[in-house]
């Protein structure tokens, strides 16, 4: 007796096919602040303008705060009604 396969709903992919790691919509923005961190000297911040940011400057803090984790980096950053500061501090997390 032969055994019905039901219907594929999804489409399949060769594993060696489908991407590994994770690229959010993020990536950009905190990949350039966290390069333009490294030239930053202690006592100084960067200062982002909002419009710049392409989302909420809580996303933005929370995804930096991401990064900064898994890189043991420790960031500090405030925000006004215009710009996002960051800028690194004393200490490893």
């Known amino acids: 007796m032969a055994v019905n396969k039901s ?3 999804f489409a399949t992919v060769a594993q060696a096919d489908v991407p590994h790691g994770r690229n959010g ?3 950009s923005i905190v990949t350039k ?18 419009a710049e940011l392409n ?9 930096l705060n991401r990064a900064s984790h898994k890189l043991n980096r420790s960031l500090a950053t405030a925000a006004d009604e ?8 004393n200490g490893k997390l």
Do not use: M, P, Q
Request: without cysteine; proline residues 0%.
């Open 7 to 9: 219907i594929r709903r």
């Open 25 to 27: 919509k993020h990536k």
């Open 33 to 50: 602040i966290l390069a333009e961190l490294e030239d930053v000297e202690d006592g100084e911040a960067l200062k982002i303008a909002l």
């Open 55 to 63: 989302d909420s400057k809580e996303n933005v803090r929370s995804a």
């Open 82 to 89: 215009d710009y996002l500061y960051v800028w690194t501090t």
